[in-house]
């Protein structure tokens, strides 16, 4: 399994500013945001993200709360570091994100 590359603090400061709502976990090593919505239509954004997941082979930690689900995305294979796959990712979460009425 070939390890993906980590990306540098800079490239992960470019992607990170296309990505409005998305933060760095304090040691850099995570991307993640809390999305805010009803607690069952959180239930299928879940379902949702976990299949893009399986379609893209890249999974993220995933906690549903009452009215939350929060997103931890980072590259196991990169000895836990940010990767391009990892905005790969995030991106296509953002992307259907309106759809469910996340925020
Ligand atoms: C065997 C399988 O392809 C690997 O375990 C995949 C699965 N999903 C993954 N997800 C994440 N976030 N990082 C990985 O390194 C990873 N590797």
Avoid: C
Avoid at 75 to 98: C, M, N, Q, V, Y
């Amino acid at each position: 399994m070939p390890t993906a590359d980590p990306l540098s603090h800079k490239e992960i400061e470019d992607r990170l500013a296309e990505l409005p709502g998305w933060q760095l976990s304090e040691d850099e090593t995570s991307l993640e945001r809390t999305y805010h919505l009803a607690h069952l239509p959180a239930a299928v954004f879940v379902v949702h993200i976990a299949r893009i997941q399986d379609e893209l082979n890249h999974h993220s930690d995933l906690t549903l709360g009452y009215n939350t689900v929060t997103v931890s995305i980072t590259t196991h294979s990169a000895g836990g570091r940010l990767t391009a796959k990892d905005f790969d990712l995030a991106r296509r979460i953002a992307e259907i994100a309106p759809g469910h009425g996340a925020q």
